[in-house]
């Protein structure tokens, strides 16, 4: 453990700590940070990450590093975890949210693990939400986006509306039986996915908060002429750094499935993947909306985050 002091860390803004795992992920070619490998070639320790941000995995999260978190895959280093204890972490949050049934989102925003630990883990995250003796959801649940997230990912790579006969292994992760089973037909599926990506998000809107000693103090007549107060900016609440599944098929459905900068498309560039970019860095106050969001290629994306 490397030796720090604790008090002065109060001075380093969350964004120079998010800064600085992102420099040590690049630095090591990796999306994903173990505390050690941070301890070692980070400016600070972990343990000022973890007290940050609540906890690594958190930290991780804030730095969009954590891409095996909500990949199919989920997160190797959870697969150790107790079912128990990942249920309690569900009913945990689900009580915090004063909520009978949480979404993959919720969890992913105040669950301890990741969410694809938990659905791989319980074979979906419904089966886990009864395992947890959580409601099931009704409009859209986790299952729903599941399907979504894997016609997205067969709809970039043709850059266009996926066929029947083209949801097969390897390029569809589900069987189109199981969209059938689900939705009824092909087109019904289709038409669920579209309904839901033109859902408007939530509200992310930062919110105003008027800390509490700029606000007029009431004071007597007689009392000293008060003294500016420096006041303290408080961190404004932020959208997502990472862009939900509506956000990144909007932004490549306006740029046409293809790299902006270079043209290529993995309809046409056999192994070309195509990244969401922020136009003006998320750790540089560029917010994860549709406007400051581009469609770049893997190779355009690498070469530009090198070059800052
Ligand atoms: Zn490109």
Redesign the pocket.
């Known amino acids: 453990m490397k030796f720090e002091l604790t008090e002065p860390n109060k001075q380093y803004s969350d964004s120079e700590l998010i800064d600085d795992l992102e420099l040590v992920a690049q630095k090591l070619g990796k999306n994903w940070l173990t505390q050690r490998e941070y301890d070692k070639n980070g400016t600070f320790s972990y343990q000022t990450q973890k007290k940050r941000f609540g906890s690594w995995l958190k930290a991780l999260d804030k730095a969009g590093l954590e891409q095996g978190k909500r990949s199919w895959g989920g997160n190797y280093s959870e697969t150790s975890i107790p079912e128990k204890q990942l249920l309690e972490d569900m009913q945990r949050v689900a009580k915090k949210l004063n909520k009978k049934a949480i979404t993959i989102a919720e969890y992913d925003k105040h669950g301890q693990f990741g969410s694809a630990t938990i659905i791989k883990r319980f074979g979906g995250w419904n089966n886990a939400k009864k395992a947890a003796d959580l409601k099931i959801g009704r409009l859209y649940n986790s299952s729903d986006e599941d399907y979504f997230e894997n016609i997205l990912h067969v709809w970039q790579a043709l850059g266009r509306q996926p066929k029947y006969q083209e949801m097969i292994a390897p390029l569809s992760k589900l069987n189109i039986s199981s969209y059938e089973r689900k939705f009824g037909t092909w087109r019904k599926a289709l038409e669920k996915f579209v309904e839901y990506v033109n859902l408007k998000d939530e509200p992310q809107e930062p919110k105003v908060t008027i800390p509490n000693h700029a606000k007029p103090a009431i004071v007597h007549q007689k009392a000293t002429p008060l003294k500016p107060v420096p006041i303290k900016e408080k961190p404004k609440k932020r959208t997502n750094r990472i862009a939900n599944l509506r956000q990144r098929f909007r932004v490549m459905k306006r740029d046409g499935f293809?790299?902006?900068?270079?043209?290529?498309s993995p309809a046409t560039n056999p192994g070309?993947e195509l990244h969401i970019d922020h136009i003006i860095p998320w750790s540089k106050g560029g917010e994860t909306i549709e406007g400051n969001l581009r469609t770049?290629?893997?190779?355009?994306?690498l070469?530009r985050s090198n070059k800052e």
């Open positions: 293809k790299c902006i900068l270079c043209g290529a070309c770049l290629c893997s190779n355009c994306n070469g």
